[in-house]
């Protein structure tokens, strides 16, 4: 769903949408072109705003309600986020922890570096930036609301148990991403696979997984070992 702005100083656009129904395993990219998505410039909006979803209900950020079956992308320059619901806009997040260590429970953490997880962790949402691996040896890291954007070109997450609890988890790459998950996944709410972009990657899983709810496909390629 894309927003085009016109390249002139004054130009703005607004697509408003009346609702959105999701299909079982579907994905959305939010795609602002020419200007980032925000609530003046270039705008998506919605009449009545989505389910949003997630395990342990909504979650709430310092803009909105982050929407767990979604990424937003800023084209032509491929900058990927999580989106949120404010008010009736969707909008890209902000305000990340980037510690996942220190994280609290209800953060949405964005991780830029190579981290190893010292002890188990409860945590709303998880995004990779650049090529970062996640080492969980012996740890449970549980994503409640069940998102997992992986934007780093190539990176690795292994050790310990990624779970899901009832969530459904929803794992998203960007363009030309592969990413490769050797810790167990465990969850009662199936599991998404999906890639946004043109030039699209994959996920591969390669622990000893014990999730229920079936796995969907929604873009990309699956390697399992």
Do not use: C, H
């Not at 609530?39 to 909006?45: D, P, R």
């Not at 949402?125 to 997992?148: D, E, H, K, P, W």
């Amino acid at each position: 769903i894309d927003s085009t702005r016109g390249n002139g100083t004054s130009d703005t656009s607004a697509l408003t949408l009346t609702s959105l129904t999701r299909l079982p395993g579907a994905t959305v990219n939010f795609s602002g072109t020419n200007w980032i998505l925000d609530t003046s410039t270039n705008q998506i909006l919605f009449l009545t705003p989505p389910t949003l979803g997630g395990g342990s209900g909504t979650v709430s950020t310092n803009q909105g309600n982050l929407l767990p079956y979604g990424t937003v992308t800023q084209a032509p320059a491929g900058v990927y986020n999580l989106p949120v619901i404010s008010g009736r806009n969707v909008l890209p997040m902000s305000g990340y922890s980037t510690n996942l260590n220190t994280a609290l429970p209800g953060d949405v953490v964005n991780i830029n570096s190579n981290v190893t997880l010292n002890s188990t962790k409860s945590i709303a949402a998880l995004m990779v930036s650049f090529t970062s691996s996640i080492t969980m040896t012996g740890q449970t890291l549980t994503v409640t609301n069940g998102s997992f954007l992986i934007t780093g070109v190539s990176a690795s997450m292994f050790g310990g148990t990624l779970a899901f609890g009832s969530a459904e988890g929803v794992i998203s790459t960007g363009a030309n991403v592969v990413y490769s998950i050797g810790s167990a996944i465990t969850g009662s709410g199936g599991l998404t696979l999906s890639a946004v972009g043109a030039s699209q990657g994959g996920i591969g899983l390669s622990g000893a997984n014990t999730y229920s709810g079936g796995t969907t496909l929604s873009g990309g390629v699956m390697i399992e070992s």
